[in-house]
């Protein structure tokens, strides 16, 4: 069984993450095996929210040079989670506008 602070790892702070806060969505970083359900429970659970819809994006690592090694970030999951009509906001969201 996972934890809830397993699932969600961080949330995303952009310019294009904070205009999507008026149509209550909201983006996080995920843990990369997560999915879908698991992902709305735990927002649902930390948050105290109602979710309407999830959706995923995985992003692969970027090569990196250092001299001449060459090394790969790690792979990265995104959920944007988008929040039913009559659900309270999310607070750490809030005070970044």
Do not use: C, Q
């Not at 970083?29 to 979710?51: R, T």
């Not at 999951?77 to 988008?82: D, G, Y």
């Amino acid at each position: 069984m996972k934890f809830a602070h397993d699932v969600i790892r961080k949330p995303v702070i952009t310019e294009r993450s904070m205009e999507g806060i008026a149509d209550n969505k909201y983006v996080f970083e995920v843990a990369p095996n997560a999915g879908k359900i698991e992902i709305k429970k735990a927002v649902e659970e930390i948050f105290g929210v109602k979710v309407a819809k999830v959706n995923t994006i995985k992003l692969p690592g970027k090569w990196k040079r250092m001299g001449v090694y060459r090394g790969k970030r790690p792979d990265i999951k995104k959920a944007v989670v988008t929040l039913t009509a009559d659900s309270k906001k999310i607070e750490i969201f809030e005070n970044m506008m």
